[in-house]
């Protein structure tokens, strides 16, 4: 919202963050188990959206359960400086840049 974008892209720009640093976790423990259990790639994908599918339910469970609502508004924003446009832009080149790296 900062950035004028609509609500609900910005809430999931940031839950996306949040949920994606989880689900790095969760691929690492799948990928340390795979060396002692040897299951395929298939069965480590089908184990990581299992557990992708358990983290997005228990996620939305406590957004509601916690009252989110998503038509609420920020009624003071401040104005984004060139600091502010700076930062987006070397943080989404970094992005591409990691993007292309692998």
């Given at each position: 919202m900062y950035f004028k974008l609509?609500?609900?892209f910005a809430y999931a720009i940031a839950i996306s963050?949040?949920?994606l640093q989880n689900?790095?976790?969760d691929l690492e423990y799948l990928s340390?188990?795979?060396?002692?259990?040897?299951f395929s790639y298939?069965?480590?994908l089908k184990r990581l959206t299992n557990l992708i599918i358990i983290r997005a339910i228990a996620m939305a469970e406590s957004l509601e359960s916690r009252g989110f609502n998503l038509?609420?508004?920020i009624k003071i924003l401040?104005?984004?400086?060139s600091i502010d446009w700076?930062?987006?832009t070397i943080s989404a080149s970094i992005l591409v840049l990691s993007l292309f790296r692998f």
């Open positions: 609509p609500p609900r963050v949040r949920f689900v790095l976790k340390d188990l795979r060396k002692f259990e040897k298939l069965e480590l038509d609420k508004r401040r104005k984004p400086t700076l930062l987006l």
